[in-house]
């Protein structure tokens, strides 16, 4: 079977997860398993945007991350801050727009410096949308949201009868964008770990046995072949 790229998935969301089994198992430290999982970032992003999907987002760094040990935080901002330099002008060059969801004002501000610049150089580029996940949660997504609503509602700005979910989408880090088709996680574990839960409602999900830094463009062309044979029926029959 051919993959049919008329019926690809609009947004595809992807928890990378394994870098720190597939260093354990090759005898490396973990930050070798980051390191090895950025360039697989590098490659993803490519064959993304070769293929012809609109949105893909990436859970890079979650709100629980910022509780692993100092040096392996400090690793994981300083690999971010490579990507995010080396790789500016290919996603320009690529017509790729950068955007964050998470709470951006978290990082490091050399990091948020250079996201910014990325961002302001990519701000034109529409045939794909790489939307990195960093301290992202989608419990303080929600959270945020019902804050921002509730602000609105004090100030008269809106009623609760207002409160409707195309409301609470826009206000959610991905307003404007379609909630994710395809979910994949890589390294067998089978939990959304508090990846884009209300987005998920109905996306599809892929486990892959595969550990991140093995993760690649051939598995995930198989991946979507894979999506095109389900049968989304959004709770219908
Ligand atoms: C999960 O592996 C992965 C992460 C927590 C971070 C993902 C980061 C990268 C792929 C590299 C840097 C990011 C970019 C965008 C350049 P794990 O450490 O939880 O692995 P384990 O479960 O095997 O220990």
Known sequence: MNLDSERLPGHVGIIMDGNGRWAKKKIMNRIKGHEYGSDTV?????????????????????????????????????????????????????SIRLNIIGQKHRL????????????SLTKECDKMILNLALSYGAREEITFAVQNIARKIELNELSSKDIT??????????????????????????????????????????????LWPDFSKEEFIEILKNFQKRDRRFGKV
């Open 165 to 210: 979910q195309d409301l609470i989408s826009d206000n959610l880090y991905t307003s404007s964008m379609p909630d994710p088709d395809l979910i994949i996680r890589t390294s067998g574990e089978y939990r959304l770990s508090n990846f884009l839960l209300w987005q998920a409602a109905y996306s599809e999900i892929y486990i892959s046995n595969t």
């Open 108 to 119: 490091p501000l050399d990091v948020q410096k250079e996201i910014d610049t990325t961002i």
């Open 42 to 94: 590098r490659s993803i992003v490519t064959a993304a945007r070769e293929l012809g999907i609109k949105v893909l987002t990436l859970y890079a760094f979650s709100t629980e991350n910022w509780e692993r040990p100092k040096h392996e935080v400090k690793a994981l901002m300083m690999l971010l801050k490579k990507y995010i330099i080396s790789q500016r002008l290919e996603l320009s060059k690529n």
